[in-house]
Every structure is written in C-alpha cells, then in structure tokens.
C-alpha cells in the first residue's frame, strides 16, 4: 500500500541496494560483512471454547523467536569480530570465549533521498552459537559465516513481538 514516504523524490532515481547498506557491531561499523539474514516469528495459538459455531475464541499471546540469523564476513573481519569479543571489547565481554560475549547488532540502509528515513534492524542481545568456514572454489574470497542467537530484533521501531505485554508488571 502506497503511502507519504514511498514517492520521495530520489537522486539519479536509486533504489536500495546492497550498497545502501551499513553494518555495525555495537555501534562500530563493519565494512566486513557480505551477507546478514534473519527471520522472527510469534507462534500463536487460537482458542476454542464451547462456541457452538465451532469459530474460535481468540488467540494466545503468543512466543517470539528469531529461529534464524547468520551473518557472513570476510575471513579477517571475522577474525577481529571474534578478538573484540573474546578480549572483552562487547558490552558483555566473553571473557576469553566470543561465543559468551553479549553485543548488538544494526543493519541499516540508506540513501541520498529528501526526506527518506532510514531503514534500521536492530538485534540485542546477540551471542554467536555456530562458526561455519566457507572455503569454496569458484570464489576468491574467503568468508566466515556465524549462527547468532538474539532474544529480540526490532526494525524501523517496530516489532513482531508484543511491546505492551512487555510493560505489565
């Protein structure tokens, strides 16, 4: 659905692509990573009681997960991504093992547009809980690909997840 912010005026008519994006580590940027996906979910249940339609009741509140994010970089980005978070560097250092550090993760895309807001994904907490080495032939560069685990990801200030739940004492 076409709204405000959609027919902005653009320079030289640009649209987001993969160099419209940016990729930080604790606010430090990133000029390592070659790839980031994500996916959330919120598993709800709908409700059945004696309605004599046989239509549900409603639903349940539901559980938020992010089964799955990867991010892939450049073998020696990944290598200082691992030594910030080993040493201590994160705001939860590991403490000697990358994968107990505790940071936060932001992909965000932009362009020269007038008026445009940028496109923001924030994931936090983050921990890496897998390393994968990709050494394929066919391609010159070689890259680390991490499994992230993170409790939340909000994009743009909204989220999947129920942010008035989380309110009630």
């Not at 160099?19 to 580590?25: A, E, M, N, V």
Request: charged share 20%.
């Amino acid at each position: 659905m076409p709204g405000p912010l959609v027919d902005l005026v653009r320079v030289n008519n640009t649209r987001y692509s993969w160099t419209s994006t940016s990729f930080r580590f604790d606010m430090q940027r990133s000029r390592g990573v070659v790839a980031a996906n994500w996916e959330q979910k919120r598993e709800r249940k709908m409700v059945y009681g004696g309605n004599q339609s046989g239509t549900p009741l409603g639903w349940t509140a539901g559980k938020y997960t992010v089964p799955s994010f990867t991010i892939r970089m450049l073998k020696e980005w990944a290598n200082n991504l691992t030594d910030y978070l080993t040493i201590g560097g994160s705001i939860n250092p590991g403490n000697g093992s990358f994968g107990d550090a505790e940071w936060v993760f932001t992909a965000q895309c932009v362009e020269p547009v007038l008026g445009a807001i940028p496109l923001i994904m924030i994931a936090q907490p983050c921990c890496i809980v897998g390393k994968k080495e990709v050494h394929e032939e066919g391609i010159d560069e070689l890259v680390t690909e991490f499994e992230i685990a993170t409790m939340a990801i909000t994009e743009n200030n909204k989220r999947l997840w129920s942010a008035v739940r989380e309110l009630i004492p």
